[in-house]
Nanobody, 111 residues
Framework: QVQLADSGGNLVQPGGSLRLSCAAS????????MGWYRQGPGKQRELVAS???????NYADSVKGRFTISRDNARKIAYLQMNKLKPEDTAVYYC?????WGQGTQVTVSS
């Protein structure tokens, strides 16, 4: 049974950066694709970025060039590096591995 713990959310000014982390327990981390999702106020949850078990990545158009997803299979951790943050990036961010979700971490972009 996989469990996920995501962290790293914070209040940041527009143009700032944050790095989110998703730590996994269990032995099957490396074989599953990983995704970061977000849900803003009054919005549906949306896929932000994904990375396959082999390291191929995909991004939502709204974050291309600003966000980078990565994973360390040996440490069973995935990251979402977020640069040039905008107020519209404000949301609760969740990691997902297979069908398991993290608990979410709040990112607020505001001056």
């Amino acid at each position: 049974q996989v469990q996920l713990a995501d962290s790293g959310g914070n209040l940041v000014q527009p143009g700032g950066s944050l790095r989110l982390s998703c730590a996994a327990s269990g032995s099957l981390f490396s074989i599953y694709d990983m995704g970061w999702y977000r849900q803003g106020p009054g919005k549906q949850r949306e896929l932000v970025a994904s990375i396959t078990s082999g390291g191929s990545t995909n991004y939502a158009d709204s974050v291309k060039g600003r966000f980078t997803i990565s994973r360390d299979n040996a440490r069973k951790i995935a990251y979402l590096q977020m640069n040039k943050l905008k107020p519209e990036d404000t949301a609760v961010y969740y990691c997902k591995l297979s069908s398991t979700w993290g608990q979410g971490t709040q990112v607020t972009v505001s001056s």
